[in-house]
């Protein structure tokens, strides 16, 4: 689609391109009508998506109260995007920003290089950037994620607002029982509240968490299901830090795709945690009696240790901010409200989804240690492999085609969730235990003393990029490492 806007002063108050656009985007997103430069859904058609993405500090409104956000054309969140397998990207970046910021499109298999899922690329405050790429004509279906992620400002960036939905239609779209739901974005993010973004030391190495609790940009939105249907709920944790525990009363959620795809077949969870970075698709049935259900946040404690543990609470006190532990929130927290609307005849789950083909044994079997510890004029850093990222520095040199397993060890106080670019995994072992089904991920939860067994294979693109714990204040203070793949 191409989208031709202009970026004066008359596009951000007035509207005027794409404001229908936006209606149809406003409803799926559920949020009210946005203060924004452009549509807030934009899809591929004819094999090309192209568009602008204008990433400024902008008025929002929340809860009825004014602010000031990070936004991607006045949207929080971000346009939601919709591709195919096969289709051209072309998306121009601007940078109305006062620091360095540029893009990365999370969980796409695409290339790391040049202009396409480069994070090395920087755009300067005022300058653009044009990305294209094109998707693998063979890409899975998908919730993708695209945010900043600029070394240096990507924290203070996602923290401040920026990010939104890339959508990928496929194979999984075209299942019956799962076309039949209807369909839901949940983008999850904590705003900083007044005072948030204060003694940044600190709150950086707990991971800052944010008091204002949003879904789609909005308090507690509510959703509808119609009684006898299914709900699809795409989720997606746009947090810097924060851990989503979700569940939604008297309705358990039927998992049918993890980060980077389709399971097999569905699995009932009645309650989902998300760490920073992941997404899941859930079914929701509506066999209740009409009525209102909360989802919910569950409190989790993401480990801070004894040492910071005492400062994370009380700074969070009284505020309900949630720092470090992540659960300064002492019970659950209602953040949206699911209510009946109309009816259908009674839709059947699907009992088969995608096939999710195990990988081969591997050639090589890496470790990655995940820990903290102190660096002389730099207080505290976080690890991998006893390094801090740096900049120019290959740590790990893989080639492509090979399969590799790699040994995650969390031998810290805090939990890291572990994200690797380009080419998605499969969780082998927990603490040596097997997973319980095979599913593709692109971050795995790696709790304080835990050892987590990823496989993946280096497919289709060379080129170098990056894995790194995506609590994005820990990557920030260097828990990143480069990733070359080579032909
Ligand atoms: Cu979602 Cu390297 O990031
Ligand atoms: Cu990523
Ligand atoms: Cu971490």
Redesign the pocket.
């Known amino acids: 689609m191409a989208m031709d806007f202009h970026f004066g002063r008359r596009s951000f108050l007035g509207l005027a391109a794409g404001a229908s656009a936006s209606v149809a985007g406003a409803a799926l997103l559920g949020r009210s009508a946005p203060m924004a430069s452009g549509p807030s859904r934009v899809r591929s058609s004819g094999g090309r998506l192209e568009m602008d993405l204008v990433a400024a500090e902008t008025a929002v409104t929340i809860a009825n109260a004014h602010r000031t956000a990070l936004t991607y054309n006045g949207l929080l969140p971000g346009p939601l995007l919709e591709a195919e397998p096969g289709d051209a990207v072309r998306i121009r970046l601007h940078n109305r920003l006062n620091r360095p910021t540029n893009l990365h499109y999370h969980g796409l298999h695409i290339s790391p290089s040049g202009n396409a899922d480069n994070v090395f690329l920087s755009v300067a405050p005022g300058a653009s950037q044009t990305y294209d790429f094109s998707l693998p004509a063979d890409h899975p279906a998908g919730t993708f994620y695209y945010h900043p992620h600029r070394h240096g400002s990507v924290a203070d960036q996602v923290f401040g607002g920026l990010g939104g939905v890339l959508i990928v239609r496929g194979a999984l779209d075209r299942i019956p029982e799962v076309q039949a739901a209807e369909e839901q974005v949940v983008f999850l993010k904590d705003l900083p509240g007044d005072g948030d973004f204060g003694s940044i030391g600190m709150g950086m190495m707990l991971?800052r968490e944010g008091a204002v609790l949003t879904v789609n940009g909005q308090v507690n939105p509510a959703l509808s299901i119609p009684a006898g249907g299914l709900l699809r709920l795409r989720i997606v944790n746009g947090s810097n830090a924060r851990f989503w525990r979700l569940a939604l009363e008297d309705h358990p959620f039927h998992l049918i795709a993890t980060d980077a795809g389709a399971l097999e077949t569905p699995v009932q969870l009645e309650e989902l945690l998300l760490a920073p970075g992941e997404r899941a698709e859930v079914l929701v049935r509506g066999d209740q009696q009409g009525g209102r259900y909360r989802l919910l946040n569950l409190p989790y404690a993401r480990g801070s240790g004894g040492m910071m543990g005492g400062m994370g609470r009380s700074r969070g006190m009284g505020r309900g901010m949630g720092m470090g532990r992540g659960s300064a929130q002492q019970g659950p927290v209602p953040v949206a409200t699911l209510a009946y609307e109309g009816s259908v005849a009674t839709l059947p789950l699907p009992e088969r989804l995608l096939p999710v083909v195990p990988l081969p044994e591997p050639v090589r079997t890496r470790r990655f240690l995940?820990n903290h510890g102190m660096a002389p004029g730099m207080g505290m850093v976080?690890l991998i492999n006893g390094r801090a990222f740096e900049h120019g520095r290959i740590d790990t040199r893989v080639q492509l085609g090979d399969t590799e397993e790699w040994e995650l060890v969390n031998d810290g106080v805090?939990?890291?969730?572990f994200h690797v670019h380009v080419n998605p995994f499969q969780v082998i072992s927990r603490n040596g235990t097997p997973e319980p089904y095979r599913a593709w991920k692109d971050v795995v939860l790696v709790r304080a003393g835990e050892t987590v067994r990823i496989r993946t294979r280096f497919d289709d693109f060379t080129g170098l990029t990056v894995y790194h714990?995506?609590?994005l204040?820990?990557?920030e203070l260097g828990?990143m490492g480069t990733l070359e793949i080579a032909a």
Do not use: K
């Open positions: 991971g995940l976080f805090m939990d890291h969730p714990c995506h609590i204040d820990h990557e828990m």
